[in-house]
């Protein structure tokens, strides 16, 4: 039987407050336009997310179908609406037949998220923008199979344990519950869950005189950059901006940084959790420690956190890091250039580069294979002088350098407004808020028939859409140092991580384009699984994750933990335990 779950230790009366329709931004598709419009994004030029609904279960436009579940009557809710406070905001899924009013606008735009300014992105000097690039859905592959029935946007600790309390006193009746942080993760979505959006949940400071920064659960990195920056400080939190903390935590949060400074969990300090008893606690070393080694690494099964407390560290001089940046063209592209290496000689010299430096904590590296383009590799020195930096890279990387490139550059670069936004290449510019499978593997060295594989993989026409490429990422330094059983994080043998990443086309495409995309990605994890770390790979439709669940000793001691802080299981739209 469910648990009766009680009130939030020490929680006052929460003010009632009218629930109202909300937005992040204005640039938003109707629900009932023929197209999304054009200025949304070139790759979402599809017909509505509710005529897709209805389209993929052979329905007709704005009919519901048989297999739909029913969307809730706007007083199913009615409850959750007046226990959450005045700065919190409800939306509940309108039917599909809905005439476009302004429920059915609200609940869209919480639905999507916010639209990407690139144009501001790539203005690096003014830093990140929380208005102009607000909480996104990346992954909008399936969105409509993964609709919510509401999605709550609590404004603090008590309005998220008020949305815990609702679905947990509802488990029993089918009620499920998922988290929306960064929304990088197709977990953040759920079909007829009560969505519990953190957007509204992003402050983040810096305080310099203790080297800690506090920061909310809805914070996207770039949250954290931004309070950090003036500083010249940084928190180890994941290589892209618009990742949310949150998940990356909970999932160990592999970056740039962590040779140099340890993984996201390292870091972490302290926490406080809304447990699924409607519990705020504080998390840490000295508090609550099982709950503690949990969070890190361990997943989002115990509780939604709803803000870390961080050590931050200086990076580089003054927030300037050195780096190598080399490019390789295909022949095939460019047959005049004789003198290119092939793919496999670029892979094979990034490898050999990588094992050459394994010692170096200073220095990260990572290359990006993009299938029938060019391959890019960087090397990244933290040292805390520019000058220091310069002669580490050209001591260290001799091997690196051993092959020519079309384009091969050593110099400086701001950490915070260069290195972390660096993904937005005009291939990855159009695939901000797309369709995509993910998936991945972790390994302790890369023999050169893995190296082959994804050579063969990456090389000519595949059946996949512009972007798609293969990320291997150096892992190792500070975070392979700290002892296994220190966090719930399982994997710190791995010395390189594999990133397959496939652009999915729209639906007018067909399904079999589709599949065939994501067979190319399931074929090249297949080949390199012989050479993984034993059962290290993961994959999954609607995962968006390329990391394999706690395996072993720690995952036995998250079963007990799960089994005494969540005995209903109400935090079940999780990367389940192994």
Known sequence: ATPTPTRATGDAALRGGAGRCWARVSAVCCPHAKKVPQGRTGLLEAPCVWWWWARERGGAPGRACASMLPPPSSDEFA?????????????????ASAAADQQAEAYERALWGAKWDVAQLKRRSSGWSREANGTNTWNVDGLEERMPAAIASPASARDV????LYAAARRSEGQRLCVAGGRFSQLSLAEGALCIDLSRMRSARCDATTGTVVAQGGCLVGDVMSACQPHALAVPLGAHPGTGIGGLVLQGGHGWLERSAGLAVDALLSAQVVLASGDIMRASADENADLFWAIRGGGGGFGVVTEFVFRAAPVGEAGQVQRITKVYVPLKAFSALRFQPSRLECLRNFRDACIAVDGVDELAME???????PTIASM????????????????????????????????????HDGLMYDVFSPSMEANLQSRYYRTGSL??????????????????KQPCSKGTQVLITL?????KRVPDHATAYAHRRAMFWVTITTYLPPPKAGKGKRTDAIRWAEDLRAKLAPHAMHESTSSGPHSGLALPPPRGHHAERLRDLKARLDPANVFSSVQPIA
């Open 161 to 164: 344990a008020e949305c815990v």
């Open 475 to 479: 892992l190792g330094g500070k975070a």
């Open 367 to 373: 290359a990006v294979v993009l299938v029938g383009g």
């Open 443 to 460: 390994h302790e060295d890369l023999p050169d028939a893995a190296l082959k594989a994804i050579s063969d993989a990456t090389s000519g």
């Open 380 to 415: 990244v020195s933290f040292s805390s002088s520019l000058a220091r930096g310069e002669a580490a890279l050209k001591e260290h990387g001799r091997a690196f350098q051993k092959l020519r490139a079309v384009a091969n550059a050593l110099k400086p670069c701001s950490y």
């Open 79 to 95: 409850d959750l609406r007046s226990a959450l406070s005045g700065d919190a905001a409800l939306v509940v899924r309108p039917p």
